[in-house]
């Protein structure tokens, strides 16, 4: 992980998600894991709809967020519907 482009990708990711209506709830490494859970950064974002989230993942805000991490660090981004 480059922290340095961490850092820029978090100054444009964050408004990027906030103008597509998210909130973060969480973002660290984990405290413990169990089982076949890795111990690796994650951040947990709440937003009113699924639709919501798929759009602001795909805007071009958060598309130039993106762009920045490429080659920098390994992501897994994964959209679930909450109950």
């Avoid at 820029?8 to 964050?14: E, G, I």
């Avoid at 969480?26 to 690796?40: K, Y």
């Avoid at 974002?45 to 762009?67: D, G, L």
């Amino acid at each position: 992980m480059d922290p340095a482009k961490l850092g820029q990708y978090a100054a444009l990711a964050t408004p990027a998600i906030e103008a597509g209506g998210g909130r973060i709830l969480a973002r660290g490494v984990p405290t413990a894991t169990f089982e076949a859970g890795d111990s690796q950064r994650t951040v947990l974002i709440e937003f009113e709809s699924v639709s919501h989230a798929i759009a602001t993942y795909k805007s071009p805000a958060y598309q130039a967020a993106a762009a920045l991490l490429k080659g920098a660090v390994e992501r897994e981004v994964r959209i679930i519907e909450g109950t």
